[in-house]
């Protein structure tokens, strides 16, 4: 996407055609955004920057990101054929931050939010944009205390991909559910699956995606975009779901941040798998699954409420079934694709994940032993409720480590 002319300016402002690449495989490309925690107190610690140093120093050209919170940097793949081989990648930079945290006197740490950091106090990192976003959001982009998996999955042509995003969507919950990771807010358990999801959808360009039919209707929203000012603000549209034109992939935004490379695998093998069925699906001729925005959006909402114990809508004549459910199903049709796309084994890891508990129940269950209650007494103190969600971050640091649930 090019940038256009200032239209307030010049009415004859032209945006360039979006070119979506395409690719005859389907390759992916994993995001996981992690953060840095002080091993003392437990909260957030600006020190992405100083990490970022010696990881230049220990190996140049790495792929290792800096984010928009100065206590946060992105792990970013190369092309990859299959899960297992995404995952080695991010294991590598993995292990090149965590030489460099060790360093520095920091944990990592990775979840869809932090239990009790305060926002107002984290700086951002030093990026003009980064810095605009946050004055044009104000109060809802200083709460983006949030962390996210994003995965890249490439398609052939730009004539599949909004029926398969429009697909996707009614997957939704299936992927929120099994990775939410957020249950709490400044030391208040919130009562939801994924808070990360809730706070997210705040920001104006954060939503879910408009259920377009064409590629040329694509091409028409995202000109309203730019010739209203809202790409020049954000650079991009931070969709649930959204095609990645110069990759050629459609990039599933859903995920809570998982804390752990298991996890990691098992969310990204169910992501590539999913599309790769719908994307045979549509060369098949079948009408692809779809469902009214309104049934969407309650989904969306289930699914960030109640997570792997949400009952969802899973056809347009309303019909519901719980998600858990839903996924053991769509493991033994995905199955042969897994075998094929050689990620048998991480799509497997889901059934075990279900009983073991999502990130969200795990960090739950970890601060109520240690003390935490649903509702907060109005006289609470702030320093003691902090300390039974300090082991709810312990947890997530000790999985990080481990790179399996505990």
Request: glycine share 6%.
């Amino acid at each position: 996407m090019g940038v256009a002319r200032d239209p307030r300016t010049d009415s004859t402002a032209e945006i360039p055609a979006e070119n979506f690449t395409g690719h005859p495989e389907p390759t992916i490309g994993v995001e996981w955004e992690i953060a840095f925690t002080d091993p003392v107190t437990r909260d957030l610690t600006p020190v992405a920057g100083e990490v970022l140093d010696l990881i230049d120093e220990a190996r140049p050209g790495h792929r290792v990101q800096r984010e928009f919170l100065a206590n946060t940097v992105e792990l970013v793949t190369g092309v990859h054929h299959t899960v297992p081989e995404a995952v080695a990648e991010l294991r590598e930079q993995l292990n090149l931050v965590r030489g460099a945290a060790e360093k520095v006197g920091a944990n990592v740490w990775a979840s869809g939010s932090h239990p009790f950091a305060r926002g107002v106090s984290q700086p951002v990192s030093p990026k003009g944009h980064y810095a605009e976003i946050q004055e044009r959001t104000q109060w809802w982009g200083r709460q983006m205390m949030i962390w996210g998996l994003h995965v890249h999955v490439a398609v052939k042509d730009a004539d599949r991909v909004w029926p398969i995003i429009n697909a996707l969507m009614t997957y939704f919950p299936h992927i929120l559910g099994l990775s939410a990771s957020s249950p709490a807010w400044n030391a208040e358990d919130m009562g939801y699956a994924s808070n990360r999801t809730m706070l997210y959808q705040q920001l104006p360009t954060a939503s879910l995606p408009p259920q377009l039919q064409t590629w040329q209707q694509w091409q028409e929203y995202m000109r309203d975009q730019a010739l209203s000012g809202v790409i020049s603000h954000t650079r991009s549209m931070h969709l649930d779901i959204r095609p990645a034109s110069k990759f050629g992939t459609i990039e599933i935004r859903i995920a809570d941040a998982p804390s752990n490379l298991y996890e990691l695998g098992a969310i990204t093998a169910l992501i590539q798998t999913l599309v790769v069925w719908l994307d045979r699906r549509y060369d098949a001729g079948e009408e692809l699954p779809w469902l009214q925005t309104w049934h969407l959006e309650e989904n969306k909402w289930r699914a960030a409420r109640y997570g792997m114990a949400a009952e969802i809508i899973v056809d347009r004549t309303t019909r519901e079934s719980m998600v858990a459910e839903e996924l053991i199903e769509l493991i033994d049709v995905l199955m042969p694709i897994a075998e094929e796309l050689g990620c048998a084994e991480e799509l497997a890891s889901i059934e075990p994940m279900l009983k073991i508990g999502a990130g969200y129940q795990r960090q739950r269950k970890a601060a109520q032993a240690a003390g935490a209650v649903l509702l907060l007494p109005d006289s609470a103190d702030v320093t003691e409720i902090h300390l039974p969600w300090m082991a709810a971050v312990d947890l997530s640091v000790a999985e990080m480590a481990a790179e399996h649930p505990l």
